[in-house]
């Protein structure tokens, strides 16, 4: 009967992606913090240099926790830099209120005080420095994460389908990229 069929799933990672020739995380945050002046991926170039500097800023808070406070070592990629950009953002145009930004909000506003010196309002231009830093890093998504290669490979879903045809299946996925939705 149709309730004693099982449930099929399949849980894949970024990992699946990178033989059709797409970035490694790694790569991608790499270029996220030390290509911001790259016009092509940056259309929104009022403020490439206040970017990275924002970027860079956030990059080593994040780094500062991992190595200080929970005592690991690891690297910050640009998934944890964006979702800080982003409740930094959130929380200065009050979308979402986060009084856990406060200390970080005030210490990037005296950061960026030297660099926007005729701006009385450093609150709204780090949070205007907060959009164009996601814009930018969305940029670069959208052009790292365009398929390359081939994907022959990703035939094994389809046998995996056929296996189990008599069972519900499921593909779950942790990518950016649409790789598997395309294929």
Not at 123 to 150: P, R, T
Request: hydrophobic share 35%; with cysteine.
């Amino acid at each position: 009967t149709d309730s004693k069929k099982s449930r099929i799933s399949l849980l894949l990672g970024s990992g699946i992606s990178i033989k059709a020739g797409l970035p490694k995380t790694w790569e991608i945050t790499d270029e996220v913090l030390n290509r911001p002046e790259n016009e092509n991926l940056n259309p929104y170039k009022e403020h490439p240099k206040e970017v990275a500097l924002l970027l860079k800023l956030i990059s080593e808070e994040i780094s500062h926790y991992y190595n200080f406070i929970a005592n690991v070592k690891i690297e910050p990629n640009y998934e944890e830099i964006f979702d800080i950009v982003r409740q930094l953002q959130q929380a200065l145009s009050r979308d979402v209120d986060n009084p856990l930004t406060n200390g970080f909000i005030h210490s990037l506003v005296h950061s960026i005080d030297p660099i926007f010196p005729n701006n009385p309002d450093k609150y709204k231009e780090l949070e205007q420095l907060c959009i164009e830093a996601m814009l930018y890093i969305k940029n670069i998504l959208e052009v790292k994460l365009q398929s390359k290669g081939c994907v022959d490979y990703l035939k094994i879903i389809e046998e995996i389908r056929e296996l189990t045809k008599n069972n519900k299946f499921n593909i779950f996925t942790l990518n950016h990229d649409t790789l598997i939705e395309d294929y």
